[in-house]
């Protein structure tokens, strides 16, 4: 049907009328949620007080957590430096490099997952300073460890679970922590095994102590892998079930998530027989140097 020559032209008929107008359509979509993809992607440059934010990039300080730990195991193997204070930095500077990577997986996967705030926040940065609490994520996780235990709390990351694309996404994010964890495990255990002598004290003074302290990260980890993975609220084991668990029974986790570290304390204490037991056992089975765990601990409690 003819227009009328008096009538003005409809700009959507017009629209209609181009034989590439469905491309023209799909081009600006696709273009617009490009836009949004590198706004997720790229760091907000003000923050709320107008200052200029931090630029992107691994941080600094994870480097020199890195060097620290790769410097005074050098300086162990050589036999350069006193061994007890060595051993302490080693062991508390490599602790903390698994830990960011432990919050930085869980971050990660939730930005695959959906969740593109992480950005916002800084955990894509492996920057310790946004992990946690300063008394909660150093001091205390310190202190446990100096009285002979485990380093908890250890640090924290805040992920808008609503925001990822399923119960599976929601899932893996509590998964990729521990998966850390473990892979940091099996490679410290399996190169203690590998190379590392039968009996810790085979090896010569220098070496001893590189390996009492190297076992000495591996039962860390393996402890802290172990730990993780209890299906107790608030702890990422919980995290990889909860998903998939029936409402009444999240909102019950809900309630209990607050007092999960004092239930993880009571746990580890009636269960601390078993749960030592499971770790000698894995770290036995690896060939790590027989009481390298204890000497390397002894190393690390230098003042006594």
Not at 21 to 32: A, Y
């Amino acid at each position: 049907m003819s227009r009328p020559a008096g009538d003005a032209e409809d700009p959507l008929d017009r629209l209609a009328a181009e034989e590439d107008w469905t491309k023209r359509v799909r081009d600006v979509e696709n273009e617009v949620v490009r836009g949004r993809r590198m706004r997720a992607l790229r760091p907000s440059r003000l923050g709320r007080s107008g200052r200029s934010g931090e630029r992107g990039g691994i941080s600094l300080l994870f480097l020199a957590l890195v060097a620290v730990t790769v410097g005074t195991g050098v300086l162990m193997w050589t036999g350069v430096g006193p061994a007890g204070p060595l051993v302490f930095v080693f062991t508390l500077a490599g602790w903390l490099v698994t830990l960011c990577l432990h919050e930085f997986s869980h971050a990660l996967a939730a930005h695959r997952g959906g969740d593109h705030t992480v950005v916002e926040k800084g955990y894509l940065r492996l920057d310790l300073r946004r992990y946690g609490h300063p008394v909660l994520t150093w001091v205390l996780p310190l202190l446990f460890l100096v009285m002979g235990g485990l380093p908890l709390p250890g640090g924290a990351v805040l992920i808008e679970t609503h925001r990822l694309r399923n119960r599976f996404r929601d899932s893996l994010v509590s998964a990729a922590g521990p998966a850390i964890n473990v892979a940091a495990a099996v490679l410290l255990l399996f190169v203690a095994g590998t190379f590392g002598p039968f009996f810790v004290f085979d090896a010569p003074p220098a070496q001893a102590v590189f390996w009492g302290a190297l076992t000495l990260m591996a039962y860390l980890q393996v402890a802290t892998a172990l730990l993780n993975l209890l299906p107790v609220p608030g702890l990422d084991g919980y995290g990889i079930i909860e998903p998939y668990l029936p409402p009444n029974a999240r909102r019950t986790g809900e309630r209990i998530k607050p007092f999960g570290l004092i239930l993880v304390f009571v746990l580890l204490y009636v269960l601390r027989g078993p749960f030592g037991e499971l770790t000698s056992f894995i770290m036995h089975a690896s060939g790590a140097p027989i009481n390298g765990a204890f000497y390397g601990f002894m190393l690390f409690r230098f003042w006594q």
